[in-house]
């Protein structure tokens, strides 16, 4: 990547880091005190609630208010709400049985509750991201006072997975369960460890009682997470100016900053995650309403050269299909037909099919690309307008929210299952779709044996690659960013980072 001396954002990166440092000074060292900023790059605020989260309204809701299950530092599924669980042979119940916790009010957590409280937030979730991941969920049953069952309609191997994630993390009345609570709202939001209150004998705690444990407890625990939600370029200049000691949710067009600031390689973590990363059709007009057409774009684009233009990034993945191959089935080939071909064969073939369509139909439009309004994004782009140029095509690239032919889509799976990754290309999610591969979709959630269920969705993988309403680019990219010593971070497959664990604060 090639950089100016002096580039727009070293001097937006210089501004902010003077105006900073000199309340920095004292802020170093604090073991007990985690200065945490999240990136966003459109609205930055924090709010825990509601279905449609931000990266940072997300984090803060999983620090106060729990789930059945939650996330450790290394992506792993532990305890949170429940203290341990079994799963029926047949894959269709998941019993759960609770802690001995209390909410945020110190009223204790009952499975009576629990199941009420999640059947709710399950149907409030039916048109979030997690919407089509939830339907297979047929009943929620309090069993016990401590033991609550989650019957499924069909087997879902990734099921905790799912519910570990953070919109299943509960509230009632507006009281989480922990393991942090929130302190203050305003520049920051701080959180600070749940203080324990002892109920009365209904189980109950009364205001005057919780004012005063209140009082007397957060004194006694000092660990408090200061998070503030910022855009890229004044997170990298609060973390060079000393003022912020880690950064998360950040992306592959952030990556220019990244370099511009110097950031030590040390510094900088990348998440081994999965998901999708690549080119989705909004619409299909003229040229690009055949998939053949389509399949050009797939072809011209040197995935390999586009990645080595984020030179930070050394173990970036391309990727030519949608699922991983770590999902594959024995026997089925979802790769596309030219994927063994030299991008100069495969730019030869695409210049030559492009100068036929032409003789016959005239000149083909320029594709229009919606892209993130970040240099990353600019440096992306010029990469596939340059690749487009070498067959016959050209391309213009406009902002997020404007008109376009195609747009990036950036998101990473929430489990790990070929599920995942095909329900977001289906009918329901996508204007260019292909109903065939709904139907085969349909058919996998409806088989009951695994085996057949995974052929099912290969199939419809197959599919769904040969249609190219979806081009897929490489493996999505989240980088944070945290000193050499920073407690309870650490790189994982869920691009995922608990705030708690970060001043030492378990999850149960």
């Not at 989260?53 to 299950?69: E, F, Q, T, Y």
């Amino acid at each position: 990547m090639t950089m100016t001396s002096r580039s727009p954002f070293s001097v937006l990166i210089a501004l902010t880091s003077a105006s900073l440092s000199l309340a920095a000074c004292s802020a170093v060292g604090d073991e007990d005190r985690a200065r945490v900023i999240v990136i966003e790059d459109a609205d930055p605020v924090i709010k825990p609630i509601g279905i449609n989260l931000n990266h940072a309204s997300a984090i803060a809701r999983s620090a106060i208010a729990k789930g059945l299950v939650g996330f450790d530092e290394q992506g792993r599924v532990v305890p949170s709400l429940a203290a341990r669980w079994i799963v029926t042979d047949d894959g269709l119940s998941y019993i759960f049985r609770l802690n001995d916790v209390q909410w945020d009010d110190g009223r204790p957590v009952t499975a009576e509750a629990i199941a009420t409280l999640l059947q709710e937030r399950i149907a409030e979730l039916e048109q979030s991201r997690l919407g089509p991941d939830l339907q297979n969920i047929d009943e929620i049953v309090s069993m016990t006072g401590r033991v609550i069952e989650i019957r499924l309609t069909t087997a879902h191997p990734n099921f905790l997975q799912l519910i570990a994630q953070p919109e299943l993390g509960l509230f009632r009345s507006g009281n989480g369960a922990g393991p942090m609570r929130q302190l203050e709202e305003g520049d920051a939001y701080t959180l600070g460890v749940m203080p324990l209150q002892e109920p009365d004998a209904e189980g109950e705690v009364g205001e005057e009682e919780e004012e005063q444990a209140v009082d007397e407890e957060a004194p006694e625990d000092p660990r408090r997470i200061i998070l503030r939600s910022e855009n890229a370029a004044k997170a990298v200049a609060r973390y060079t100016a000393g003022y912020t000691d880690v950064i998360l949710n950040g992306k592959f067009h952030h990556l220019p900053l990244v370099e511009e600031a110097g950031i030590s390689t040390n510094d900088l973590r990348l998440d081994p995650v999965a998901g999708l990363f690549g080119f989705q059709f909004l619409r299909a007009e003229g040229f690009w309403a055949v998939p053949k057409n389509r399949e050009i774009l797939s072809m011209a684009i040197d995935r390999p050269a586009l990645l080595t233009s984020f030179p930070n990034v050394t173990a970036w993945q391309s990727r030519q299909k949608i699922v991983p191959e770590a999902l594959d089935v024995d026997g089925i080939n979802a790769r596309p037909d030219w994927s063994s071909m030299t991008i100069q064969a495969r730019q030869a073939y695409a210049r030559e099919h492009v100068s036929r369509w032409e003789a016959l139909e005239g000149p083909v439009s320029p594709l229009i690309i919606s892209l993130p309004d970040a240099a990353g994004a600019d440096i992306l782009f010029l990469r596939v307008q340059s690749d487009l140029r070498r067959v016959g095509l050209n391309a213009i690239q406009v902002g997020p929210d404007q008109a376009a032919d195609i747009r990036l889509i950036d998101e990473i799976a929430a489990y790990d299952s070929t599920r995942w990754f095909l329900y977001r290309l289906t009918c329901t999610a996508m204007s260019v779709c292909l109903n065939d591969a709904d139907a085969k979709i349909a058919q996998a959630e409806a088989a009951i044996n695994l085996q057949a269920k995974a052929r099912l969705y290969a199939e419809a993988e197959v599919m769904l690659v040969s249609h190219y309403s979806f081009i897929p680019l490489a493996v999505p990219v989240r980088w944070s960013i945290a000193r050499p010593n920073q407690r309870g971070l650490a790189v994982n497959p869920r691009g995922w980072h608990p705030l708690n664990l970060l001043v030492g604060v378990p999850i149960s």
